[in-house]
């Protein structure tokens, strides 16, 4: 007594030309085991879901990470002289900084932009004195620039044109307090004595001791007047909307005499960090995936040896052992896409309301979190390579998985297939 499968399959053996009746016949033959198909998908679906919301959560981490490392000091993007990477010196300066600013202020995308120059100098106290990186900005522009302003915990930011804040740690080993007198002995550009009286109106405090024990940062104004140079800064820092919009901003100000270095640049161990925890994750992906193929493969392992009756009968009426073949292909296809889709709109479901929403971190983690300007919460961030990385390697991994034994299809000899089968 044949089934509806060989029914089926018979008619399309003496219907060649019906395109669509042996992928018809594939789904159908996938609900003959509704548990046994549901098993396969659920676990195509899970690896999907997982990739994607793991990857996702990763890239939001990973954003907020970069967003909170250059919301410091550095920026999204610095246009700066291009010798200053190899000699950052007084040197290497340009001229007209307002104008430049003022263009790159119109760009698109652009939330703040502010001129520095930097130098190295003596600071001096009574009679404590010790070398500190002196940094003339832009009051204004740098409270968008940057978290320092907001890390003042005594007095209050640059305010007037002989104004001053510097780190905890330099305040200490100075001994020195909000309202005294502050001497700055540096160089200028031509090899002069670069002398500036300031009074001290802030102490910051960042967590990060190398900047707390420091920095010093004066007024550009008064910088550009004390070590000679005139309307000249060393670098424009540059703030965006969106760090994903980075590289079209600087291809856009690819044709300037400048150069256009990205917080890639600025800050490389971010970026070796970053590459390698994506490799331990991807690392972990590949894994699951590899247990997600295996339970795969057994699943068609145990289809090929329950239906050798049915292929038998195929066989036996006229059916190619490829066209048997591409059956059992499209029936891996259908299974691959239907987890694929699940475990796309579970996936994409958890990361928009994780995106909205965040995980809360709590307790000590939080306090410190916070201390270092960063969220309590960590937010998920839609990540391309999750979209696409599970269903890519679900979609090669299962036909894949499917084809090996499969292949036992065509060593198949009708009359043994169907003796063996009854």
Same mark, same amino acid.
């Given at each position: 007594?044949?089934?509806?499968?060989? @029914?089926?399959?018979?008619?399309?053996?003496?219907?060649?030309?019906? =395109?669509?009746?042996?992928?018809?016949?594939?789904?159908?033959?996938?609900?003959?085991?509704?548990?046994?198909?549901?098993?396969?998908?659920?676990?195509?679906?899970?690896?999907?879901?997982?990739?994607?919301?793991?990857?996702?959560?990763?890239?939001? $981490?990973?954003?907020? $990470?970069?967003?909170?490392?250059?919301?410091?000091?550095?920026?999204?993007?610095?246009?700066?002289?291009?010798?200053?990477?190899?000699?950052?010196?007084?040197?290497?300066?340009?001229?007209?900084?307002?104008?430049?600013?003022?263009?790159?202020?119109?760009?698109?995308?652009?939330?703040?932009?502010?001129?520095?120059?930097?130098?190295?100098?003596?600071?001096?106290?009574?009679?404590?004195?010790?070398?500190?990186?002196?940094?003339?900005?832009?009051? +204004?522009?740098?409270?968008?620039?940057?978290?320092?302003?907001?890390?003042?915990?005594?007095?209050?930011?640059?305010?007037?044109?002989?104004?001053?804040?510097? /780190?905890? /740690?330099?305040?200490?080993?100075?001994?020195?307090?909000?309202?005294?007198?502050?001497?700055?002995?540096?160089?200028?550009?031509?090899?002069?004595?670069?002398?500036?009286?300031?009074?001290?109106?802030?102490?910051?405090?960042?967590?990060?001791?190398?900047?707390?024990?420091?920095?010093?940062?004066?007024?550009?104004?008064?910088?550009?007047?004390?070590?000679?140079?005139?309307?000249?800064?060393?670098?424009?820092?540059?703030?965006?909307?969106?760090?994903?919009?980075?590289?079209?901003?600087?291809?856009?100000?690819?044709?300037?005499?400048?150069?256009?270095?990205?917080?890639?640049?600025?800050? =490389?161990?971010?970026?070796?960090?970053?590459?390698?925890?994506?490799?331990?994750?991807?690392?972990?992906? $590949?894994?699951?995936?590899?247990?997600?193929?295996?339970?795969?493969?057994?699943?068609?392992?145990?289809?090929?040896?329950?239906? @050798?009756?049915?292929?038998?009968?195929?066989?036996?009426?006229?059916?190619?052992?490829?066209?048997?073949?591409? $059956?059992?292909?499209?029936?891996?296809?259908?299974?691959?896409?239907?987890?694929? +889709?699940?475990?796309?709109?579970?996936?994409?479901?958890?990361?928009?309301?994780?995106?909205?929403?965040?995980?809360?971190?709590?307790?000590?983690?939080?306090?410190?979190?916070?201390?270092?300007?960063? =969220?309590? @919460?960590?937010?998920?961030?839609?990540? @391309?390579?999750?979209?696409?990385?599970?269903?890519?390697?679900?979609?090669?991994?299962?036909?894949?998985?499917?084809?090996?034994?499969?292949?036992?299809?065509?060593?198949?000899? =009708?009359?043994?297939?169907?003796?063996?089968?009854?």
């Amino acid at each position: 007594m044949t089934t509806e499968t060989e @029914r089926a399959a018979a008619h399309a053996v003496a219907e060649p030309r019906a =395109p669509g009746l042996v992928p018809a016949i594939a789904w159908r033959n996938l609900w003959r085991n509704t548990r046994r198909t549901w098993l396969t998908v659920g676990g195509i679906a899970f690896a999907v879901m997982l990739l994607l919301v793991v990857r996702s959560i990763q890239n939001g $981490m990973f954003k907020t $990470m970069i967003d909170s490392g250059t919301h410091l000091l550095s920026g999204h993007v610095q246009i700066q002289h291009p010798n200053y990477e190899a000699d950052p010196s007084l040197q290497n300066t340009f001229a007209d900084g307002a104008a430049l600013e003022r263009r790159v202020a119109a760009m698109p995308h652009v939330l703040a932009v502010g001129q520095r120059a930097n130098a190295h100098a003596l600071v001096s106290f009574g009679e404590r004195s010790y070398g500190a990186l002196v940094m003339g900005v832009e009051p +204004a522009a740098e409270a968008q620039l940057s978290t320092l302003p907001s890390s003042v915990r005594t007095g209050k930011y640059l305010d007037g044109f002989r104004d001053a804040v510097i /780190g905890a /740690g330099l305040a200490r080993d100075l001994e020195i307090e909000v309202g005294d007198e502050l001497v700055v002995l540096g160089s200028t550009r031509d090899g002069t004595v670069a002398a500036l009286s300031v009074t001290l109106t802030g102490i910051f405090e960042t967590g990060i001791s190398d900047i707390d024990r420091s920095v010093v940062q004066i007024p550009l104004p008064a910088f550009q007047e004390a070590f000679g140079l005139g309307d000249e800064a060393q670098m424009l820092v540059v703030r965006l909307d969106d760090i994903d919009r980075i590289d079209d901003f600087i291809a856009a100000g690819a044709g300037d005499r400048l150069r256009w270095r990205s917080w890639r640049e600025l800050m =490389p161990e971010v970026v070796q960090m970053i590459q390698l925890k994506s490799f331990s994750s991807a690392l972990l992906f $590949m894994i699951l995936s590899l247990l997600v193929t295996f339970s795969a493969f057994n699943t068609f392992v145990m289809m090929v040896f329950e239906r @050798r009756r049915e292929f038998g009968v195929l066989l036996a009426i006229g059916m190619k052992p490829g066209r048997i073949l591409q $059956m059992v292909q499209i029936e891996a296809l259908c299974l691959t896409a239907l987890g694929v +889709a699940i475990g796309l709109l579970l996936g994409a479901a958890i990361v928009l309301y994780v995106g909205h929403v965040g995980i809360p971190l709590g307790g000590a983690g939080a306090q410190l979190l916070q201390s270092f300007h960063l =969220p309590d @919460r960590l937010y998920a961030a839609m990540s @391309r390579d999750g979209l696409l990385l599970g269903p890519i390697l679900m979609f090669v991994a299962i036909p894949l998985a499917a084809l090996i034994p499969s292949m036992r299809i065509l060593k198949l000899h =009708p009359v043994d297939a169907m003796r063996d089968g009854a």
